[in-house]
């Protein structure tokens, strides 16, 4: 069944695009998935044929070499990349978090060529704002921006960024004001990972190792002015908007991934017997599988709910939010249930157990659940009645 079937979010034209987006991710990304975890390195072979496709931020603005799509057809294409390959469906979370980012308030002049070339899989640009003291605390930034003639001079540490070692270019967060001014003295700057004085160090994680995690150094880097993102002292309350956009994606994402163990687990326990009969005659087996291909079903239409509310400009921080703590941890405890499914065969290494892995990571990285709960909290009960 496509990924569009029976849902009341995804018409013909998106059931046509979620098709072909499949067939490009069974040809292409599918076969290299367990090599791109041995030698971590991403395929850019693989990302350029993607942007000829228009698989890569199709919501982006034609002016900028998008396709002026809808943010639901972002949604279809992600998740089928991401069936295939969680580390690979990176390019697509990557490019449309930072198109819109870079789009919506970079110096045109500027973002223009980059934004182009994102589109078309010939750059991939990172998200630089976690630091080595916290993340979770995002505005309490240390990483110095200082402000000297018609530069920006850049002097600390970001850690624990996607693709850190193999990024061309980072949107960075960075201190314009004063220590004490939280949120609002943060700056975002578009940064080129060529410039002098930028050294970067990559960390041997668990999962998601084709796309890799690491540290990124700046050390008296000069950014010219014309680079900064949004308002001076303004980027965190400004850009950080962007986020209940991609937080949709991740839930869509991770649940892309739990679909496909499904899928495979259920066919595998229907056809697998024991006792003379097939496993899935076993309430113990087929049960714990119907239980999560309900809360998978239901987690996914709220993800698909939540891009929609967006393409309809209406508030969806609440819905972001959830999307972003329910569908890691929900896609993680599917992919366990569905290698414990697979007994022995499941744990070595293989297509199940690299799953397990990658999907574990967004139960840290990009906010963490107790993090996404505040947000829930806050749009229900107001911001006064859940302070910081």
């Given amino acids: 069944m496509s990924a569009g079937a029976m849902n009341p979010y995804i018409t013909e034209e998106l059931r ?155 949107v960075v967060f960075g201190r314009t004001g004063s220590v004490d001014s939280g949120a609002h003295g943060v700056s975002a700057l578009l940064v080129p990972m060529d410039l002098p004085g930028i050294t970067r160090a990559r960390f041997d994680c668990h999962g998601q190792r084709a796309i890799g995690r690491g540290s990124i150094f700046f050390e008296n880097v000069r950014v010219p002015v014309n680079h900064r993102l949004g308002d001076e002292n303004k980027g965190f309350v400004q850009v950080m908007q962007g986020f209940d956009f991609s937080r949709a994606l991740i839930g869509l994402q991770v649940l892309a991934v739990a679909r496909a163990a499904l899928e495979e687990t259920w066919d595998y326990v229907a056809g697998r017997e024991a006792f003379g009969k097939p496993l899935s005659a076993f309430q113990g087996v087929s049960h714990p599988l119907a239980d999560f291909d309900t809360q998978v079903a239901a987690a996914r239409l709220l993800c698909l709910q939540t891009l929609w509310l967006k393409d309809q400009h209406l508030p969806h921080s609440a819905e972001a939010a959830m999307c972003k703590w329910w569908g890691p941890k929900l896609a993680y405890d599917v992919v366990h249930q569905c290698l414990l499914c697979f007994g022995h065969g499941g744990y070595d290494r293989g297509v199940m157990e690299q799953r397990l892995r990658d999907v574990l990571g967004f139960q840290i990285g990009d906010g963490t659940a107790q993090i996404m709960k505040t947000i829930i909290a806050r749009a229900r009960a107001g911001r006064e009645a859940v302070p910081a």
């Fill in 16 to 170: 046509a695009l979620a098709d072909m987006a499949r067939r490009f991710a069974t040809e292409r990304v599918a076969p290299g998935f367990l090599a791109r975890d041995q030698n971590r390195v991403l395929d850019r072979d693989v990302m350029r044929e993607m942007g000829a496709m228009g698989l890569i931020a199709p919501e982006l603005p034609e002016e900028f070499g998008g396709l002026g799509m809808s943010r639901l057809a972002a949604g279809v294409i992600h998740e089928e990349i991401a069936r295939a390959d969680l580390s690979i469906s990176y390019i697509n979370l990557l490019a449309s978090l930072n198109g819109q980012i870079l789009a919506a308030h970079g110096v045109p002049g500027v973002v223009a060529p980059w934004l182009r070339k994102l589109v078309a899989g010939e750059v991939l640009v990172a998200i630089a704002l976690t630091e080595p003291r916290g993340g979770s605390d995002a505005a309490n930034l240390r990483l110095r921006v200082e402000r000297v003639g018609d530069d920006y001079v850049l002097n600390g540490e970001k850690t624990s960024i996607s693709a850190a070692d193999q990024a061309d270019a980072a």
